[in-house]
């Protein structure tokens, strides 16, 4: 395309809430074969709310309550956020922790008079030889079902809590997704989350393709496979876990209202949460192309 073209295109994507950063994105567009998206906050609100929070070992839980605050106000996860709000809500109020880490794709740890304390997913209480008992296991199983996201709070020992957030499709999704795969395009899902969860969301979606309990740098390494299969690869994320993926693609697509770091990596940014955004860059980008105007 000419540089007028560009320029033109560039123009009619900021019309569309599509900022193109990097007009030679705009050029490589209309050869996508495969869209991968991230779940949480670009498939989803990215809004999640707390919908159970099962106590373990009642009936006094404040202190637990304060401590899982304090550690989760320590935290970025948009999960973290949902547990503060609720726990807010019922009037929970911190206590001191030390040593706070954020273990990507795990959750977090932190220290409470020098016991550990730990929320995260069952692979972070694996890590830890933290075991989950049966009966919590099938509680968690059920809620999963029902596209929830459960994650755990535990200290050294054992489970102290069960939490269930759900995070719900944006109404306009499915409809993207659709718009997608009738252009031809493969549409994949990555996820932090647990199979469960993932693939009642894909399925709302109307994903077939999907993986579950992607570790950030995984997700960089299976859009290297699409590639490496001949897609040209778009990835739309809007974590600072799905920079390195969003570095990884031919198309690298962030959501305005994600973190820093995936707009700054990003070559195109969405100022809308509606997902239909990523075909119209695609149509976009024929169109300039081919000259049309
Ligand atoms: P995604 O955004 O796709 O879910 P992440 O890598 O950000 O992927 O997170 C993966 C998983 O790690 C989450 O689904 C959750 O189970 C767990 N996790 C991450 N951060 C936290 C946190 N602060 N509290 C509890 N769980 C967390
Ligand atoms: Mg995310």
Known sequence: ATPTALMVGVGKGAENNILIRDAESLERAHQVTAVVLDKTGTL?????????????HGPDNTLAASVLYSLETSSEHPLAAAVVRHLKDAGTQGVP??????????????THQTIPYYAGNTRLLTEHQIVIPPTLQAQAEQLQEQARTVIYFA?????????????????TSR??????????????MLTGDNPQTARAIARQAGIAHYEAEVMPDQKAAYIEKLQAQGHVVAMA??????SQALAQADVSIAMGKGSDIAMDVAKMTLITSDLQAIPKALTLSTQTVQGIR
Do not use: M, S
Not at 97 to 110: N, S
């Open 44 to 56: 989803t609100e990215g809004k999640p709310r707390v919908t159970d929070l099962l106590w373990q």
């Open 97 to 110: 922790l030390q040593h706070f880490e954020a273990l990507p794709g795990r959750g977090v740890v932190a």
């Open 155 to 171: 200290d050294a020992q054992r489970v102290l809590a069960l939490i269930a957030i759900a995070d719900t499709l944006k109404p």
């Open 175 to 188: 409809a993207a997704v659709e718009a997608l795969q009738e252009k031809g395009i493969a549409v994949y």
């Open 237 to 242: 994320g809007d974590g600072i876990n799905d």
